[in-house]
Nanobody
């Protein structure tokens, strides 16, 4: 059974940085797509970033130039480096996985982590 466990969330001031981590267990990690999504209170879960196969990356327009997704196959992990954080980045951030090439459609992902809270104060 595939499991995803996120960590690294917290409280940070606007302009600060956080690095989220997601450890994958239970399957071969090097293929497929890993994604990050986020959900703010009262809003739909939205796409943030994805890394596909050998390393193609895709970002939501709202985070381009500020966030970087990466993966370490040796550690079965995917990361989200978040810089220049804004109050509107406040949300629960979820790691997601699929064995297929996928990007921003959350319905394409079949495995989800439990989420980690990110709060950005102004």
């Amino acid at each position: 059974q595939v499991q995803l466990v996120e960590s690294g969330g917290g409280l940070v001031q606007a302009g600060g940085s956080l690095r989220l981590s997601c450890v994958v267990s239970g399957r071969t990690f090097s293929r497929g797509t890993m994604g990050w999504f986020r959900q703010a209170p009262g809003k739909e879960r939205e796409f943030v970033a994805a890394i596909i196969g050998l390393g193609t990356t895709v970002y939501a327009d709202s985070v381009k130039g500020r966030f970087t997704i990466s993966r370490d196959n040796a550690k079965n992990s995917v990361y989200l480096q978040m810089n220049s954080l804004k109050p509107e980045d406040t949300a629960v951030y979820y790691c997601a996985a699929t064995p297929l090439p996928a990007t921003s459609q959350k319905g394409s992902y079949n495995t989800w982590g439990q989420g980690t809270q990110v709060t950005v104060s102004s």
